[in-house]
């Protein structure tokens, strides 16, 4: 325990001496501990076997332009060695625009114990970026900056992370892109200190622990922290159930934000469906335009037969 309340602390302190600046940019998930990967490269084969995520988010049901993403990953230890791979994909479309991210994830994991393991992770790849102007109902028509739309802008991808875990708990630090991009209109824009698009680092942290409550209850509180340059520090605390290694329950609290329901069923050894609803309790929580944000996901994982004699991980 006491090794514990070191790693903990050391997690809070990195976290804080992030700069906090203050818009969201990068995809959000609310059932973050099965997309691992998507924000952690040191993730990447750390289940033990091969594992394949799909996931599809609405927010903001019913409000115009409001964020849409999807995204799939399979990720794989390579064999009895230490090194994990993945790949993922994320199409996410924002208003006018839409951004598409793929991205081959690496890790490489060491024993610190009999249970502790540590990983590192690198990412690297690409996005593109489209963004369609006609698509904005534009203060001044005739200014240059939005005179040409931005089609199949691609930029570079690297990120890192690092991700501890044990039978019962994880810590985990990444920004899945350490490279910001700046998308200026040459051709229409004389002044080269400005832009229309601009990719910040996001920074996450993730953190959780497994208890058991009985032999068929399980109880695994979690948090996510993410902050990005542009936007508030954004706290996700979560709290889940699984009972009788099938049935998956919990809520979930976003700081300031929004509240979440989330659910999931062990349909068989290698297959889990799940779902999530998000009610805002800010403004935007306003149901006459808002009926709430969704979220789906199916995880199916490949096992040889000595697998099929573990406990199914919680996370």
């Not at 609310?30 to 996931?55: D, F, H, M």
């Not at 601009?198 to 209850?217: K, P």
């Amino acid at each position: 325990m006491k090794n514990y309340i070191v790693i903990v602390g050391s997690f809070l302190l990195v976290l804080l001496s992030i700069p906090q600046v203050n818009a969201q940019q990068d995809p959000q998930y609310s059932q973050y501990i099965y997309n691992t990967v998507a924000i952690n490269p040191a993730y990447a084969g750390n289940r033990g076997v091969t594992s394949i995520v799909g996931l599809h988010r609405s927010q903001w049901v019913g409000l115009d332009g409001a964020p849409r993403t999807q995204s799939l990953s399979i990720h794989s230890p390579i064999s009895e060695s230490k090194v994990g791979l993945g790949l993922s994909i994320v199409n996410d479309a924002l208003g006018p625009s839409q951004e598409t991210y793929i991205g081959v994830d690496f890790s490489y994991t060491v024993d610190t114990s009999d249970k502790g393991k540590l990983s590192f992770g690198l990412k690297g790849g690409g996005h593109i970026l489209d963004v369609d102007f006609t698509r904005l109902n534009l203060f001044d028509p005739t200014d240059p900056r939005f005179a040409q739309n931005i089609d199949n802008k691609i930029s570079p991808i690297i990120g890192a992370g690092v991700y501890y875990h044990t039978d019962r708990f994880y810590v985990g630090l990444s920004a899945p892109n350490l490279i910001q991009t700046d998308h200026f209109d040459e051709s229409n824009n004389s002044n080269g200190s400005s832009f229309v698009a601009e990719e910040r680092i996001n920074y996450y942290g993730i953190l959780g622990y497994t208890f058991d409550l009985s032999d068929q209850v399980k109880f695994k509180p979690s948090t996510l922290i993410k902050a990005v340059a542009g936007a508030p520090l954004q706290v996700d605390v979560t709290a889940n159930f699984l009972l009788l290694e099938k049935l998956h329950l919990g809520a979930a609290y976003r700081w300031d934000a929004a509240w979440s329901g989330l659910a999931g069923f062990q349909v068989s050894d290698s297959m889990l469906i799940g779902l999530a609803y998000d009610r805002e309790t800010t403004d935007l929580g306003d149901t006459t335009f808002n009926d709430g944000s969704f979220e789906v996901f199916l995880r199916f994982e490949l096992f040889n037969e000595y697998d099929r004699l573990l406990t199914p991980r919680f996370f």
